[in-house]
């Protein structure tokens, strides 16, 4: 009868983890479009990287890390939005590598296998205002709401 009990709360405990994994998968092999943001560089040479899934979800790789952590999930109605303005702006259109001590990126990926990205943050180059507005919403966005 113990042996029974166990075996019973053994197999409903497995089917409880399994039932708890997420189906869903992490930016690396995600198929849908992402746009991935942050900034790096400066005296530490650290970077600060997230990555937004057309999804909603919203993930985070530390400095050293080489996977991502889930950090929240962000409204449909705004990551919509956000994904329809990179087209509407043009930003796929616009094409600059100019890194600095202190560096900015944007990266679109169309889940297609084709990415485009925008780095910037070199002394006396001046971005389209544009870049700086989108990149600022996403990374204000990020923030806790007080």
């Excluded at 899934?53 to 939005?81: E, H, P």
């Excluded at 560096?103 to 001046?126: A, C, M, P, S």
């Amino acid at each position: 009868m113990v042996l029974k009990i166990s075996l019973i709360t053994l197999l409903l405990t497995g089917l409880s983890l399994l039932s708890c994994s997420s189906t869903k998968e992490f930016p690396v092999k995600f198929k849908g479009q992402q746009i991935h943001f942050g900034q790096g560089g400066g005296f530490t040479g650290g970077v600060t990287y997230f990555a937004l899934l057309d999804d909603g979800r919203l993930f985070q790789r530390g400095d050293r890390d080489t996977i991502f952590t889930y950090q929240d999930t962000w409204k449909k109605s705004f990551v919509t939005q956000v994904m329809a303005s990179y087209q509407t702006l043009q930003l796929d259109s616009i094409s600059y590598y100019e890194p600095g001590d202190i560096y900015y990126f944007i990266k679109h990926l169309n889940g297609d296998g084709q990415e485009h990205r925008i780095t910037w943050g070199r002394n006396g180059f001046v971005p389209d205002p544009k870049v700086i507005n989108y990149y600022n919403l996403l990374y204000k966005s990020t923030k806790p709401k007080s």
